[in-house]
């Protein structure tokens, strides 16, 4: 008996149904998108956009389509305007949002590039979602960070002490090139001279010119930032030696006076490197990454400078060096929210601690109970949030042993110093525990965003850009997780 086959018919007319609400399933992500996207405030977006808005003209799409739209791209891993546009032609969820509109690649990177900041701030806002739906509680943070790529290669990046070099190199060519157009443009006899010399010779005097003024262009800059961050680690040591005289004019006046005249001298040295007022201070409370620098101010040979995205820095991960910056994220213990969230490029993940449990307290209103961390952020001045004294720390201070935990000789309430104290904490069997849990609620997170959502290369450059699209990311994680534990969306 010979087998048997289902039509197959290419050819075939298809009637979809008159309705896009008939299109997809009832529980499909794009409806849970929508739904959102309604009960998201965009009023910032808005206001930005009538502000900017010619009398005549063009009309704009939608800023709630727009904001959908990009919010299900994410969360199905689609982070190219390119084939976000494609999609919207090609997918149903797609075209079930964009209601037979199709915004061209460029509208959705213009949107996405000049609202970037208002789209990182629906983050808080995601947050409130999950706490009004009941999946965040504050008993157990744990924080953690991850490198995420920058857009930019570490092949541009070059030493201080090569681009020296460089110049020095490139200065000698332009001036063998000078000479050689001297000797060519000289001959005047046709029957010796080389027609087609002059003009190559030109040509690669304006690029040696052009590559030389480049390289000294970020020489410069490079050499400003060494300067103004030596003046200000002048002006911070001056602080401190001012709080120590002070600390002991009572008691020993003499080192009172040596502390204060230290002080003066390193403000006096401090106004030698930068006599101009300071940059405007960032808006973020996360410390930035400074160049390796001299006594005297100058970047010492391997302070390194990237040409595409001078912000991001060379970075340890997996084992190897790569371009990237350092995203930082503080995770509810419950469902696996992102509670806060921050990037910076100093590489130590010490800096961000005391940080981001500031940040979880500004955005839920209250300080979590336990703060949990791994051996990277552990420092003595982080064994406390002073003005959090709520939250409980806990930060391994070295590897976890495997087996069981030994019982203590000492209480950790009786042992001196930092390092001891924390030590005993996270050894004991409750200490251990929070540890354990810490692995199980910091580290899912990252693998979802990067592996289920394939972002692992930030699309935009510098500091203040991939602040606001790590922020998105982690909006969209938590509207998975709101997503994945039920319809249940509340207003914010």
């Known amino acids: 008996m010979s087998a048997t086959y289902l039509p197959w018919n290419q050819g075939q007319?298809?009637?979809?149904?008159?309705?896009?609400?008939?299109?997809?399933?009832?529980?499909?992500?794009?409806?849970?998108?929508?739904?959102?996207?309604e009960r998201l405030d965009l009023s910032a977006i808005y206001d930005e956009i009538e502000a900017e808005r010619a009398p005549q003209g063009r009309s704009n799409y939608p800023p709630r389509l727009m904001v959908a739209l990009l919010l299900y791209a994410y969360m199905t891993g689609t982070m190219s305007s390119r084939q976000i546009e494609r999609k919207s032609h090609e997918d149903i969820g797609y075209r079930y949002l964009c209601g037979n509109l199709h915004p061209s690649y460029r509208t959705i990177a213009e949107f996405r590039r000049r609202h970037l900041a208002n789209l990182g701030g629906l983050f808080e806002q995601t947050v409130h979602l999950c706490a009004a739906a009941g999946l965040v509680d504050l008993e157990l943070v744990a924080i953690d960070g991850t490198k995420?790529?920058?857009?930019?290669?570490?092949?541009?990046?070059?030493?201080?002490?090569?681009?020296?070099?460089?110049?020095?190199?490139?200065?000698?060519?332009?001036?063998?090139?000078?000479?050689e157009a001297e000797r060519i443009d000289a001959l005047e006899d046709a029957e010796y001279a080389d027609r087609d010399a002059l003009p190559r010779v030109r040509a690669e005097l304006n690029d040696a010119k052009a590559r030389r003024d480049f390289i000294d262009k970020h020489m410069s800059a490079l050499e400003e930032e060494a300067r103004r961050a030596r003046a200000e680690a002048l002006r911070t040591q001056a602080e401190r030696l001012e709080q120590r005289a002070s600390a002991v004019d009572s008691t020993d006046p003499i080192e009172a006076k040596r502390k204060r005249?230290?002080?003066?001298?390193?403000?006096?040295?401090?106004?030698?490197?930068?006599?101009?007022?300071?940059?405007?201070?960032?808006?973020?409370?996360?410390?930035?990454?400074?160049?390796?620098?001299?006594?005297?101010?100058v970047p010492k040979p391997k302070a390194q400078r990237n040409f595409t995205d001078p912000d991001s820095k060379i970075m340890v991960h997996d084992g190897s060096f790569v371009q990237a910056y350092n995203a930082q994220a503080a995770v509810d213990g419950r469902h696996q929210i992102i509670v806060a969230q921050a990037v910076g490029n100093a590489v130590p993940d010490t800096y961000y601690f005391k940080p981001m449990v500031r940040r979880i307290a500004k955005t839920m209103g209250r300080a979590p109970s336990e703060a949990v961390a791994d051996a990277g952020y552990w420092s003595e001045a982080n064994e406390v949030v002073h003005d959090l004294p709520a939250t409980d720390v806990f930060i391994a201070v070295g590897r976890m042993a495997h087996g069981p935990a030994p019982p203590p000789s000492v209480p950790a309430s009786a042992l001196e110093g930092p390092r001891a104290r924390m030590k005993a904490k996270t050894e004991s069997e409750e200490g251990r525990k929070k540890l354990l849990k810490r692995r199980v609620t910091a580290e899912p997170p990252f693998g979802?965003?990067?592996?289920?959502?394939?972002?692992?290369?930030?699309?935009?450059?510098?500091?203040?850009?991939?602040?606001?699209?790590?922020?998105?990311?982690?909006?969209?994680h938590n509207l998975v997780k709101l997503f994945s534990h039920g319809p249940q969306v509340q207003r914010v």
């Open 13 to 37: 007319t298809f009637l979809l149904p008159p309705s896009p609400d008939d299109w997809l399933p009832k529980d499909h992500l794009a409806r849970f998108v929508l739904e959102v996207a």
């Open 148 to 179: 995420i790529l920058a857009n930019a290669s570490k092949r541009k990046a070059m030493s201080y002490g090569r681009m020296q070099k460089e110049s020095e190199r490139l200065k000698r060519k332009i001036t063998d090139l000078l000479s």
């Open 261 to 297: 005249t230290g002080a003066g001298k390193r403000r006096a040295k401090a106004d030698d490197l930068d006599d101009d007022p300071p940059p405007p201070s960032s808006p973020t409370d996360v410390p930035s990454s400074k160049p390796q620098v001299t006594p005297d101010g």
């Open 448 to 476: 979802h965003i990067k592996e289920h959502r394939r972002f692992r290369r930030f699309s935009m450059r510098g500091l203040e850009k991939v602040r606001g699209e790590w922020a998105f990311v982690a909006a969209v």
